[in-house]
C-alpha cells in the first residue's frame, strides 16, 4: 500500500547541511575552523599575500611611521585578513592599495617590498 509509506520533504536545505534518510541511514559531518579552514590560493594571490606581508614588516621595521605610512599599514592589514579569510583580494582593495602606493612613490622607490607589491598590483 503505496499511501502508508513515509515520505521526506527538503525544504530549502542551503548552507552546510547533513542528512541521512531510512532505516539504517548515517550522515557524519565534519566542520573545520581555524588553520584547516584556510582558503586555497592560487599563485597569484600568493605571490600577493607574501608581498603584502613583506611590506608590512619593512613598514615597521625601515621606515619612520607616518599617518600616511599608517593608513598604508592599515590598508595593508585589511588585504592580508581578506585573503587569509576568503582566498582573494577583490577588486576594490586592490584598487586600494593602488592608489595608496601611487601616493608613496618615494616608499616604493626605496623600499623593494613596496615596488614588489606595486608590480603585483600592475603600476
Same mark, same amino acid.
Given at each position: 500500500? @503505496?499511501? +502508508? !509509506?513515509? =515520505?521526506?520533504?527538503?525544504? +530549502?536545505?542551503s548552507g552546510n547541511n547533513t542528512f541521512a534518510v531510512g532505516s539504517h541511514a548515517h550522515a557524519e559531518s565534519h566542520h #573545520? #575552523?581555524? *588553520?584547516? *579552514? @584556510?582558503?586555497q590560493l592560487d599563485k597569484s594571490t600568493r605571490q600577493l599575500l607574501a608581498a603584502v606581508r613583506e611590506l608590512r614588516a619593512d613598514l615597521a621595521e625601515r621606515v619612520r611611521g607616518t599617518d600616511q605610512t599608517a593608513t598604508l599599514d592599515e590598508a595593508l592589514a585589511e588585504t592580508e585578513s581578506e585573503i587569509t579569510s576568503t582566498g582573494q583580494a577583490g577588486r576594490t582593495?586592490? !584598487?586600494? $592599495?593602488? !592608489? $595608496?602606493? =601611487?601616493? =608613496?612613490? *618615494? $616608499?616604493?622607490?626605496f623600499l623593494a617590498s613596496a615596488g614588489a607589491l606595486a608590480g603585483l598590483l600592475g603600476m
Open positions: 500500500m @503505496a499511501g +502508508n !509509506e513515509p =515520505s521526506v520533504n527538503f525544504g +530549502n536545505i #573545520h #575552523h581555524g *588553520a584547516d *579552514a @584556510a582558503p582593495r586592490r !584598487e586600494r $592599495l593602488r !592608489e $595608496l602606493l =601611487s601616493d =608613496s612613490q *618615494a $616608499l616604493v622607490t
